[in-house]
T-cell receptor, first 114, second 109 residues
Framework: DTAVSQTPKYLVTQMGNDKSIKCEQNLGHDTMYWYKQDSKKFLKIMFSYNNKELIINETVPNRFSPKSPDKAHLNLHINSLELGDSAVYFC?????????????FGEGSWLTVV | TQLLEQSPQFLSIQEGENLTVYCNSS?????LQWYRQEPGEGPVLLVTVVTGGEVKKLKRLTFQFGDARKDSSLHITAAQPGDTGLYLC?????????FGKGTKLSVKP
């Protein structure tokens, strides 16, 4: 069973479109994250939710809006997609929000904006 | 801004060789983690170190956290093709986790 699963794995879309990436974790964790990995493999946190509450919101365009319907889900909606949004987006989860906790990553969603 | 610099950026070696990769910062971290990421997959945690000077071993991998908790190293003994991947260090501070840009390791048979 996949611990952190995200869909879709691959997404190719045109500039200006709106798209969503879904994420679910079955580990019983209370903290979930969205990370972005660019073409140079640099992994950077975008958002962090603890018990459905936003606790980290890094400097990302407000076209990116996370939504957490419950502790096991954290979806990422992106409006008006731009070329620079092309990247791999990783969902992740952990037990607690302390920085030394183990973070479990999903397999990533490859977004290509054309 | 806290930054983690990893070196080397790329490393290609033959099976059986030893190697060390480094993770350095000018900032102090409360903890430091090493992850390995294989193509098409998400990063997987290898180890967490929290005490300055701490050394942890995971089979052929040896991790060290600097005394001042600003740097870390990963040493692999007798590398194998299965060690191939992107090695990422990540420093923890104030509830946030900051990643380095990684070392891409290729071990040729």
């Amino acid at each position: 069973d996949t611990a952190v699963s995200q869909t879709p794995k691959y997404l190719v879309t045109q500039m200006g479109n709106d798209k969503s990436i879904k994420c679910e974790q079955n580990l019983g964790h209370d903290t979930m994250y969205w990370y972005k990995q660019d073409s140079k493999k640099f992994l950077k946190i975008m958002f962090s939710y603890n018990n459905k509450e936003l606790i980290i919101n890094e400097t990302v365009p407000n076209r990116f809006s996370p939504k957490s319907p419950d502790k096991a889900h954290l979806n990422l909606h992106i409006n008006s997609l731009e070329l620079g949004d092309s990247a791999v987006y990783f969902c992740a989860s952990s037990h607690g929000s302390r920085s030394g906790n183990t973070i479990y990553f999903g397999e990533g969603s490859w977004l290509t904006v054309v | 801004t806290q930054l983690l610099e990893q070196s080397p950026q790329f490393l290609s070696i033959q099976e059986g060789e030893n190697l060390t990769v480094y993770c350095n910062s000018s900032s102090v971290f409360s903890s430091l983690q090493w992850y390995r990421q294989e193509p098409g997959e998400g990063p997987v945690l290898l180890v967490t170190v929290v005490t300055g000077g701490e050394v942890k071993k995971l089979k052929r991998l040896t991790f060290q956290f600097g005394d001042a908790r600003k740097d870390s190293s990963l040493h692999i003994t007798a590398a194998q093709p299965g060690d191939t991947g992107l090695y990422l260090c990540a420093g923890g501070s104030q509830g946030n986790l900051i990643f380095g840009k990684g070392t891409k390791l290729s071990v040729k048979p």
